[in-house]
T-cell receptor, first 110, second 116 residues
């Protein structure tokens, strides 16, 4: 039973355009959400997070939006750069456990 | 340099032969965790630890054991490995704040395990 779902296995965008990665969750107890980025042969690295008391968090080119009623969050990358090409994982937490989505492979074309 | 190290990085073994994957961090982090990554399933948490001698089950603990005798080390033990434990394993650590892990969870480079 996957409580965190990323329904798009892959996404391709042009350099300079916006990348939007989506994530849905089913457990209403989740109160903290994170996005991680992963390059091949490396461990994931933290990108941005959001608490359930907020609906938006911004850090430079990265913005995460949370829609609690829809149990949906999204990561916006503007403008997208070729170096952003990686696998992005959405994660959710209720206490100190973590549930991850299956990941979305983002390709940013020059 | 702040880092999480895992050993070995690659391991091929046979069914039933006990093995241990070590994880060590040099950042004095309280929180440590093990994950496995499988295609189409993303990362799934196996076990986590809030401090020395404190461990909790994650999403998929069956077939695994852990111990936390020292703050810096969090080994993952497979007493009797089976082929369905073939996977890419990651260890991670972070500080705790207000009883929760913090954003900056550092991940190790991964251990690719194949059980024949």
């Amino acid at each position: 039973d996957q409580q965190v779902k990323q329904n798009s296995p892959s996404l391709s965008v042009q350099e300079g355009r916006i990348s939007i990665l989506n994530c849905d969750y089913t457990n209403s107890m989740f109160d903290y959400f994170l996005w991680y980025k992963k390059y091949p042969a490396e461990g994931p690295t933290f990108l941005i997070s959001i608490s359930s008391i907020k609906d938006k968090n911004e850090d430079g080119r990265f913005t995460v939006f949370l829609n609690k009623s829809a149990k949906h969050l999204s990561l916006h990358i503007v403008p997208s750069q070729p170096g952003d090409s990686a696998v992005y994982f959405c994660a959710a937490s209720a206490r100190n456990d973590m549930r991850f989505g299956a990941g979305t492979r983002l390709t940013v074309k020059p | 340099e702040a880092q999480v190290t895992q050993n070995p990085r690659y391991l091929i073994t046979v069914t039933g032969k006990k093995l241990t994957v070590t994880c060590s961090q040099n950042m004095n982090h309280e929180y440590m965790s093990w994950y496995r990554q499988d295609p189409g399933l993303g990362l799934r948490q196996i076990y986590y630890s809030m401090n020395v001698e404190v461990t909790d089950k994650g999403d998929v603990p069956e077939g695994y054991k852990v111990s936390r005798k020292e703050k810096r080390n969090f080994p993952l033990i497979l007493e009797s490995p089976s082929p369905n434990q073939t996977s890419l394993y990651f260890c991670a650590s972070s500080f705790l704040a207000g009883g929760r892990f913090t954003d900056t969870q550092y991940f190790g480079p991964g251990t690719r395990l194949t059980v024949l």
